[in-house]
């Protein structure tokens, strides 16, 4: 399998840039100012509980072995311990991905679907009041910050109107969920608890929505010119010449050649959902990855910034990835 | 270009939408950058001046048009005010990626070697990353206050810049008038800066006012997390986040005002960007 191959050989390229990441990660956090230890102290703690914290953690060591014990523990998938919670990282960070996983994979698809329908339509009717109005709403959905949008979308759908949950959590606990991979919607699904399933989509819709609003303006774009650039090239001239009827032109010529931009500009879009989760999650209380890496930022939590750090960059990576696999199954004319 | 009648109607009709974009998003600046610059002549308050004689929360209307915040401030003046923060700090956020950008994307397009290689690598490193996520860490790490935040802001977006030069450049280096320029001996850093240089921008007048809408979203969500401008000093990202806990007790104007100023100010370097785009892609085609 050629696709196979090309996956396991980016895999493997994979490996010197996150290296890169660690090494600068792990030395930056260290050189700038500000200090973790100072912020688990009380404010009489003397010198020699602030040593014995320090040794507590590893940190008394010289820099070069504390990155060798990091680099061991990174490859037996150990993170390390936070210094303000105490509790292993990794274990931290696993119920903290799949909540922000479930927003943006769920915003970008529907974000994706969005853009190929509207988009299409829009340069079939290229330059009409429609196209102008569609790609003007689109632009001010894109202008709009991200949090902002989240609270009136708060204020109207909360507040006002009373239809959605209150910005606090993810699932209604009542519900017994049973974790599983901590993306609510999907462990309901998983255990067949219906009335969690409903409660999760709810708790799920004003945030999915936000991001959605915010990220489809640029793959909208994307979906009209390239398809505007098929509508106006003379391949569908002559398809359209000799009579082939309507469906066959919009499937055989227009469909497949609009997308083929897409994937990697989905890519890109992915990165900016994951720094917009930071903003969202705040504004609906989603207890997600992005606050859970900005409060370890925010205290110097080394190996809490460190481990996410590295699983941004992954998942960026991999998004990537994932996208050039897409884009040669769309695009033959793309060898990999 | 092309002489088909249909071919050019059509040009035509995409470069007049194109104008009508860039029209509205220039028209929209230019009464923002007014309303803002004039602000002190609207209003009777000072950004920070706490009214005495009004509640804290007051509801719009009378004295107060937008009502009062928390701290009983009134939330119009605080928005004129708090617009020249915004504004000054994403234009110069931006002026200065673009100067920085530009000077590695000219160096390391033209001379090329290893200086390219190792510029190149560095950007590749900083666009691993999503770039509101790399402002944040920045921003975090500088810490906050108008001077950091312009510099963090700066710092994000020049790779970016530095790419788009440094791609023109290495088409442009070749050209027969650089040639020309060249052996008729004009000195390299005359060479770069009269003939390279100016060619070499024409993308980044595209992307400069995008990104300067992009500049303004990212200070006021670095605001809204507490990384940005501190407290008391108006700036609508901050505004927003003094207002979040009115929301769900259903009161607005604390932040919905700011978050509309963003918005319009942000929409119309969206559309100006976006019309320039169409001009460029008439252009083009």
């Known amino acids: 399998m050629r696709i196979l191959r ?71 998938g150990d993170f390390g311990t936070s210094i303000q919670s105490g509790q292993s990282v990794g274990s931290e960070m696993a119920l903290r991905i799949g909540p922000t996983m479930e927003l943006v994979v769920l915003a970008v698809a529907i974000a994706v679907v969005i853009a190929t329908v509207v988009g299409l339509w829009s340069a079939r009717h290229a330059n009409r009041a429609g196209d102008h109005g569609i790609r003007v709403l689109a632009l001010i ?24 949950p209150a910005p606090s959590g993810r699932v209604d606990p009542d519900t017994d969920l049973t974790p599983i991979t901590g993306a609510d919607a999907l462990d309901a699904l998983l255990t067949g608890n219906m009335p969690a399933l409903t409660s999760a ?44 009827p309507g469906r066959v032109l919009r499937r055989g010529y227009l469909v497949r050649a609009a997308l083929v931009r897409l994937p990697s500009l989905a890519a890109l879009v992915f990165g900016f959902a994951i ?15 992005g606050q859970w890496a900005l409060r370890g930022l925010l205290y110097r939590d080394y190996p809490v910034v460190q481990a996410s750090v590295l699983v941004i960059a992954l998942c960026y990576v991999v998004v990537f990835l994932i996208a050039d696999v897409v884009h040669a199954m769309l695009d033959p004319r793309v060898r990999i | 270009m092309s002489l088909l009648r249909t071919g050019r109607s059509r040009k035509d009709r995409d470069g007049r939408f194109g104008t009508v974009l860039v029209a509205a998003g220039a028209g929209i600046l230019a009464v923002v950058a007014l309303a803002v610059l004039l602000g002190p002549l609207f209003t009777s308050w000072g950004p920070n001046q706490i009214d005495g004689d009004a509640p804290t929360l007051a509801e719009p209307g009378g004295a107060h048009l937008f009502g009062t ?19 000054g700090i994403a234009i110069a956020a931006v002026a200065i990626a673009v100067v920085l950008g530009s000077i590695l994307g000219v160096v390391a397009g033209y001379f090329g070697g290893w200086l390219d290689d190792v510029l190149m690598r560095l950007t590749d490193i900083f666009q691993a990353f999503p770039t509101f996520i790399l402002a944040l860490a920045v921003a975090a790490l500088l810490g906050s206050g108008p001077l950091n935040l312009t510099v963090a802001i700066a710092l994000v977006n020049a790779p970016a810049y530095a790419r788009l030069v440094r ?14 320029a060249r052996t008729s001996g004009a000195s390299t850093i005359g060479l770069l800066w009269r003939h390279v240089l100016p060619n070499s921008l024409t993308p980044v007048r595209v992307i400069a006012p995008l990104n300067c809408g992009w500049a303004m979203l990212t200070l006021a969500g670095l605001s809204f997390l507490g990384l940005g401008i501190p407290v008391p000093d108006a700036e609508w990202g901050a505004m927003i986040s003094l207002g ?28 100006l ?13």
């Open chain 2, 167 to 180: 791609a023109e450049v290495r088409t442009i280096r070749d050209l027969t008038y650089v040639d020309a």
């Open chain 2, 273 to 285: 960007g976006e019309g320039l785009q169409e001009r460029a892609d008439r252009v083009r085609r």
């Open chain 1, 141 to 164: 959905g894109n202008s709009m910050p991200e949090f902002w949008l989240g609270l009136v979308l708060i204020l109207v759908g909360y507040a006002g109107l009373g239809w959605f």
């Open chain 1, 6 to 76: 090309f996956v396991a050989r980016r895999l493997l390229q994979l490996i010197p840039v996150l290296l890169g990441v660690v090494v600068l990660t792990f030395l930056l956090v260290r050189v700038l100012p500000g200090d973790p230890i100072r912020t688990i102290l009380g404010p009489n703690a003397t010198a020699a509980d602030e040593a014995a914290a320090r040794a507590r953690f590893g940190l008394d060591r010289p820099l070069w072995r504390q990155f060798t014990d990091y680099l061991g523990g990174l490859v037996t």
């Open chain 2, 69 to 87: 915040d928390v701290n009983g401030m009134d939330v119009w003046s605080r928005l004129l005010y708090a617009g020249r923060v915004d504004l």
């Open chain 1, 201 to 244: 989509l709810w708790h799920l819709a004003l945030p999915v929505l936000t991001l959605v609003i915010v990220i489809v303006a640029p793959l909208l774009r994307s979906v009209r010119a390239s398809a505007l650039e098929v509508l106006r090239s003379e391949p569908y001239a002559a398809a359209e010449a000799h009579g082939l």
């Open chain 1, 275 to 289: 720094g917009s989760t930071v903003l969202i999650e705040y504004v609906y209380s989603w207890q997600g990855f």
């Open chain 2, 244 to 271: 979040t806990g009115d929301v769900v007790a259903g009161r607005w104007w604390t932040s919905v005002p700011p978050g509309i100023a963003l918005l319009v100010c942000v929409l119309g370097f969206s559309l």
